[in-house]
């Protein structure tokens, strides 16, 4: 967030541009919907940005006609910020191939050079491979762009009213913010209250119990806590949760400090790996020797629900 308030707050929108655009998409409200899109552009274009804020995994763009741009960039998606440089020629080619067979249109653009009709110029950083699946991007009156890159092309994003976004379908059911200051042991045990039959780590991962704790800083966080994934809530004691609770708070504040995690296809707005990755103690560490003082345990992977999972087998014991 810090980087998004630094560079795009007070700019001018001059122009959107989206490859989303699926013959496919039935839905409303979503740009994915060529129709959506064309009113999404008439609302954005010409409008100054005056906020930037996050609820969750969700930014929000706020506009001074109290529009505000909500993007979701669920698993891989990072928005970047630079000097571009648009291919008209490789446009109208991937288009024509849209056109043909949108079944394959993906997998077809995806052979071609840099998957994207954007270029980037600068900064260099903004030049990995990683951030070559541009398909949205807002340009600015200043000539810079606020990009999207979206390898799996699952990112959400569509346009709300500033002043009842948060009572929009989007984000009325979301959870506490972990990190806010409001947010007590006291508050966390009467979430916790709510999913008392469930296994920790979907309960704590559920963004309408708790807001914006992803897989990744989950494992980390019960490893910091000695909390099996998979112990049910109301096995776990008021001791053990406040330990949870604590250092819920002290990885996602250690997640932010250096920048977030670029174990996948996550990057900073200047197209950066954060260093998060660098300090994983159990997430992707299987068969490694547990880092935990007088730990003798070593990480083990399992699958919670549908997600892999990281632990160590000897202070992570499963008791329920």
């Given at each position: 967030m810090n980087g998004l308030n630094s560079t795009v707050i007070g700019l001018r929108i001059s122009d959107v541009w989206s490859d989303y655009n699926s013959a496919?998409?039935?839905?409303?409200?979503?740009?994915?919907d060529q129709k959506y899109f064309s009113y999404f552009k008439k609302q954005i274009v010409g409008q100054k940005i005056v906020?930037?804020?996050?609820?969750?995994?969700?930014?929000?763009?706020?506009?001074?006609?109290?529009?505000?741009?909500?993007?979701?960039m669920k698993m891989t998606g990072h928005l970047m910020f630079g000097k571009y440089r648009f291919d008209s020629s490789l446009a109208k080619n991937?288009?024509?191939?849209?056109a043909k067979n949108p079944a394959q249109s993906v997998k077809q653009k995806d052979k071609m050079i840099n998957k994207s009709p954007w270029f980037p110029v600068s900064p260099d950083s903004l030049k990995d491979p990683f951030n070559r699946h541009i398909y949205f991007v807002i340009s600015f009156s200043n000539?810079?762009?606020?990009?999207?890159?979206?390898?799996?092309k699952f990112a959400k994003i569509t346009l709300i009213d500033s002043k009842t976004a948060h009572n929009s379908e989007h984000l009325r059911n979301l959870g506490p913010e972990p990190l806010n200051a409001d947010f007590t042991f006291d508050k966390f045990?009467?979430?916790?209250?709510?999913?008392?039959?469930?296994?920790?780590?979907?309960?704590?991962?559920?963004?309408e119990i708790i807001a914006g704790i992803g897989n990744i800083y989950a494992d980390e966080s019960l490893w910091r806590a000695g909390i099996h994934p998979e112990e049910l809530v109301k096995n776990i004691s008021s001791v053990k949760l406040r330990d949870l609770f604590k250092a819920i708070k002290?990885?996602?504040?250690?997640?932010?400090?250096l920048g977030g995690d670029s174990m996948s296809d996550y990057r900073n707005i200047h197209g950066e790996k954060g260093r998060f990755q660098e300090q994983h103690y159990a997430y992707q560490k299987t068969g490694t020797k547990c880092a935990r003082a007088g730990c003798d345990g070593t990480i083990v992977r399992i699958v919670v629900g549908t997600r892999s999972t990281h632990l160590c087998n000897k202070h992570q014991r499963l008791n329920s």
């Open positions: 496919y998409f039935k839905g409303s409200g979503n740009i994915k906020a930037v804020s996050r609820r969750a995994k969700n930014i929000l763009i706020s506009l001074e006609n109290d529009k505000t741009i909500l993007i979701h991937i288009a024509k191939i849209s000539n810079k762009n606020l990009a999207l890159s979206d390898s799996r045990l009467s979430r916790m209250n709510l999913c008392l039959n469930r296994k920790i780590k979907q309960a704590i991962t559920d963004q002290q990885t996602l504040t250690k997640g932010i400090d």
